[in-house]
């Protein structure tokens, strides 16, 4: 499948978003759900990797692939493992060459966030460890990102979000340069989305299928999101070895 970026992008977000609805297949969505549960199952047996688990935060639980950053955010290499990179980042990112001008030309980590009805994150930014972009498929139900622009009180983040995006079940949402950079992004710990319509949602015209929430709400399932970026430093394996220890 051939994507024009320019035909997907947000044109009511300042630069860059971009939505592609049914960016993946239900069989390419269920796959990737077994393999995030699956992977819990097998991580222990699987010597050469580190051993993502599930962390159980206060609001969400998370995995972090491959590893997580050490402390002074620098990953150390390792390959993503093959169901995180087929068919997501090749062929499908490589063909929308949305990574091309980042520092190593394809996504190194990828964080595996799961929600539950209730549960959401509180609004952030991603900051400087990473190529100012983000790109995001979700799996298993729709939940809408709030977007914050950065120079509005944090206290306003209880109030209303500048925007809000409504990313479909195996959608793709990639926010890039200012959308980056002057924005923090946030879900909101709910049960259902609510007051949902082309005035409030600024993907609106893009969604797959917008006659699902023409009711203007639809309660919340468990949500899951895979967060492609490109982490800037990256240890070689020298260097991790002297992370370790070693010489
Ligand atoms: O689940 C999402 O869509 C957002 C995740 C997020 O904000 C993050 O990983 O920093």
């Known amino acids: 499948m051939v994507w024009d970026l320019e035909a997907v992008r947000i044109t009511c977000l300042p630069d860059d978003a971009f939505y592609i609805s049914d960016f993946i297949s239900e069989e390419e969505e269920q796959l990737l759900l077994q393999k995030v549960s699956i992977d819990q199952f097998f991580a222990s047996n699987v010597a050469s990797a580190p051993l993502p688990r599930w962390t159980q935060l206060a609001h969400r639980r998370l995995q972090t692939w491959p590893s997580s950053l050490t402390k002074n955010n620098t990953l150390l290499a390792t390959p993503l493992p093959a169901w995180l990179t087929v068919p997501i980042i090749a062929p499908r990112f490589k063909e929308l060459g949305i990574f091309n001008e980042a520092p190593h030309g394809a996504p190194n980590h990828v964080l595996v966030n799961e929600y539950r009805p209730g549960q959401g994150i509180m609004p952030h930014e991603d900051g400087p460890a990473y190529y100012p972009l983000v790109a995001t498929v979700s799996l298993g139900a729709p939940i809408v990102l709030d977007l914050y622009e950065k120079t509005q009180p944090e206290s306003q ?63 919340r399932q468990t949500r899951t999101s895979l967060t492609y970026r490109d982490v800037r430093k990256v240890a070689t394996m020298g260097h991790t070895l002297k992370f370790l220890g070693g010489r």
Not at 169 to 190: C, D, N, P, W
Not at 194 to 213: I, P, Q, R, S
Request: glycine share 10%.
């Open 157 to 219: 983040h209880l109030r209303s979000p500048n925007f809000r995006v409504l990313q479909e079940r195996r959608s793709l949402l990639v926010t890039r340069g200012q959308m980056y950079t002057e924005f923090r992004h946030g879900i909101a710990e709910k049960q259902a989305d609510a007051d949902l319509g082309a005035e409030t949602v600024c993907n609106w015209a893009l969604l797959g299928e917008k006659e699902a929430f023409a009711g203007g709400s639809y309660e």
